[in-house]
């Protein structure tokens, strides 16, 4: 079992930046890839940016350029620094592992219980 634990939440108006952080209980290596999701209120849970074990990363088009996620093996921290944020990126940020490298098959095997962003002026 993997324990993921979210932080870096909060309140911040339309243009501001926000580091999210992620404490993961084992080490990175371990892991195929990790990421980052966000559910804002009523619509579905989407992926948001994910990072492979070799550091390869991918994200959703609409934070790409704004963005940045990263990780720090040596800590077990996966962050995701986001930057010019909109209203639209108001939502619930959670943490996700991926054992196996197939979360796109057949999900993420890992979640942590989520951070509150807000977006607003």
């Known amino acids: 079992q993997v324990e993921l634990e979210e932080s870096g939440g909060g309140l911040v108006q339309p243009g501001g930046s926000l580091k999210l952080s992620c404490a993961v209980s084992?080490?990175?290596?371990?892991?195929?890839?990790m990421g980052w999701y966000r559910q804002a209120p009523g619509k579905t849970r989407e992926l948001v940016a994910v990072?492979?074990?070799?550091?390869?990363?991918k994200y959703t088009d609409s934070v790409k350029e704004r963005f940045l996620i990263y990780k720090d093996n040596s800590e077990n921290m996966v962050y995701l620094q986001m930057n010019n944020l909109k209203s639209e990126d108001t939502a619930v940020y959670y943490c996700?592992?991926?054992?196996?490298?197939?979360?796109?098959?057949?999900?993420?095997?890992?979640w942590g219980k989520g951070t509150l962003v807000i977006v607003s002026s």
């Open positions: 996700a592992a991926d054992r196996w490298d197939d979360y796109e098959t057949r999900g993420m095997d890992f």
């Open positions: 084992q080490s990175l290596f371990g892991l195929a890839n």
């Open positions: 990072i492979r074990s070799g550091g390869r990363t």
